[in-house]
């Protein structure tokens, strides 16, 4: 019901936009999320975004490079990601929290996963 494209491979300093298109379901009252996934290391949050897009959360690693928006009108949740570094390098999950108006930090609040898209920054 969630579906993660964008990622591919880029230069350190460039940019690629990530895209979660939801369908199945009306994901315009959830809160959503970003989370990223690296080899050997625990999925760690990215960026959130409460249910009316007014309220948003960076992980001090992305803050200042990294977007997260909607659109309602598509379904669709997006990460703007500029000036990528190598420790960037990932498996990007989207995932929604049905049950939280405000944006949420916590993992195990999310109850709808998206597949992941690989994001791989080269130096």
């Known amino acids: 019901q969630l579906q993660a494209s964008g990622g591919g491979l880029v230069q350190a300093g460039g940019s690629l936009r990530l895209s979660c298109a939801a369908s199945g379901r009306t994901f315009s009252r959830y809160a959503m999320g970003w989370f990223r996934q690296a080899p050997g290391k625990e999925r760690e949050l990215v960026a959130a975004?409460?249910?009316?897009?007014?309220?948003?959360f960076y992980a001090h690693s992305v803050k200042g490079r990294f977007t997260i928006s909607r659109d309602f009108a598509k379904n669709t949740v997006y990460l703007q990601m500029n000036s990528l570094k190598p420790e960037d390098t990932a498996v990007y999950y989207c995932?929604?929290?049905?049950?939280?108006?405000?944006?949420?930090?916590?993992?195990?609040?999310?109850?709808?996963w998206g597949q992941g898209t690989q994001v791989t920054v080269s130096s």
């Open positions: 975004i409460s249910w009316s897009g007014a309220g948003t």
């Open positions: 995932g929604a929290d049905s049950s939280s108006s405000s944006y949420s930090t916590a993992q195990y609040e999310y109850d709808y």
